[in-house]
């Protein structure tokens, strides 16, 4: 008989809820988020099993984890909670929406495949993030001392102190710690622009095919890298239009 599962993962606990071929709820359980724990107790479930999980922080994890123990895994967009919310509400949901083939949205899991790649443009692109931020507080600073910020130069080093002396002596000093937090950051980024450079160039080696032509300037090898998955050639030509961080993220 077959079984449909629903697991609702948080960080501390995973609530499992099991539905069988007719609709009817079968049992619940909450265990600990942690391999072993999930591995046992989807092993006590009889098989054949369909294991149906939402896409978030843990979902690329638990789909490396747990494939192999289930006939198949769906990873679902974030649906849309109706009626009260609960961790069993929702893992039964998941369950019968797998069983009834109602997901219509799965995200593409490949934790293994570009998984360096993908890491290092996450992390690029929230270390991106907070330079960004980190220039919006110190423009903020010189705003809310009525002295006008525009343009770039007030990030630049060699133009600081004459931005600094426009500032009154009680707010230099948040400014200057601003200014090493920017130049910080900096350097972070251009540590993983290398790092991200340097793994495309090794991933675009090693899955470009033979009739492959050389990357040119209009094609990189993190858009071969893309072209070069098991998606559709539709899907992948979508993605060649698509921005290094968007192609990272299809990827998961």
């Known amino acids: 008989m077959e ?16 539905v069988g071929p007719s609709g009817r709820h079968l049992g ?22 369909h294991l149906c999980m939402e896409e978030g922080t843990q979902s690329a994890w638990l789909h490396e984890l747990l494939a192999p123990e289930v006939e198949e895994l769906v990873v679902a967009s974030v649906m849309v909670s109706r ?25 593409f899991k490949a934790p293994t495949r570009f998984a360096l790649l993908r890491e290092l443009v996450r992390a690029h692109s929230m270390v991106t993030r907070d330079v960004v931020r980190t220039q919006n507080r110190i423009k903020s600073t010189y705003r809310a001392r009525g002295v006008p910020t525009t343009g770039n130069s007030v990030y630049r080093a060699d133009q600081r102190d ?8 009680t707010s230099r000093a948040s400014a200057e710690l601003l200014y090493s937090a920017l130049d910080a950051l900096r350097e972070v980024k251009h540590t993983a622009q290398r790092q991200l450079s340097a793994s495309e160039s090794t991933i675009g080696s090693k899955t470009r095919r033979p009739e492959h032509r050389a990357c040119s300037p209009s094609t990189t090898c ?24 968007a192609i990272a993220t299809r990827l998961e």
């Open 162 to 169: 004459e931005w600094l002396a426009r500032l009154p002596a």
């Open 3 to 18: 079984r449909y599962i629903g697991i609702d993962a948080h960080s501390t606990s995973c609530t499992i809820a099991i």
């Open 83 to 107: 009626g009260p919310k609960s961790d069993v509400h929702d893992a039964f949901g998941l369950a019968e929406a797998l069983r009834l083939a109602a997901i219509s949205t799965p995200v």
């Open 28 to 49: 619940s359980q909450v265990v600990e988020t942690s391999g072993r724990a999930l591995v046992e107790a989807i092993r006590k479930i009889p098989r054949p099993r």
């Open 222 to 245: 993190r858009e071969h890298a893309a072209w070069s998955s098991t998606r559709e050639p539709q899907q992948n030509q979508a993605l060649m239009r698509r921005s290094p961080a």
